[in-house]
């Protein structure tokens, strides 16, 4: 029977390998420092910033007001005021020489850690043997 072929592929029954893929979605994590901040009693950067601005503004003029004064006092012997440059010297070690320190370590609440994981996914096409 010349006429009758079977209709096959080239390829039939040669071996194909499976086919894997895998895609990975990375890990995510979030902090969300609001109570630590809060029970700690501190401001947010921003604002922290701009209370510092306008406090450094604030000593910056009291500062040249004291300077003003200082001079005024050395100018002025004739008020009769007896070792000035040693009062004014005293004057600013009391001024700046005084310091006060606070520490906090531990706040009574922590950070919330949220940390989402994902896990692979994975999709296996099993070819085998036979094509499709």
């Not at 401001?43 to 601005?53: A, I, Q, V």
């Not at 008020?79 to 606070?102: L, P």
């Not at 896990?119 to 043997?129: L, M, N, T, V, Y």
């Amino acid at each position: 029977m010349p006429g009758i072929q079977p209709m096959l592929s080239s390829d039939w029954g040669a071996y194909r390998p499976a086919e894997l893929n895998i895609r990975m979605k990375s890990a995510e994590m979030e902090t969300d420092w609001t109570s630590v901040f809060n029970d700690l009693e501190l401001k947010r950067p921003m604002t922290l910033g701009k209370e510092l601005e306008q406090q450094a503004r604030t000593q910056a003029i009291q500062n040249v007001a004291i300077k003003a004064q200082e001079g005024d006092r050395m100018m002025n012997i004739a008020a009769g005021e007896k070792n000035v440059f040693g009062r004014i010297a005293h004057d600013r070690y009391m001024r700046n020489g005084q310091k006060e320190v606070t520490v906090e370590a531990i706040p009574h609440q922590g950070v919330v850690i949220d940390f989402r994981i994902y896990p692979p996914e994975i999709s296996i096409d099993p070819r085998g043997a036979l094509p499709k």
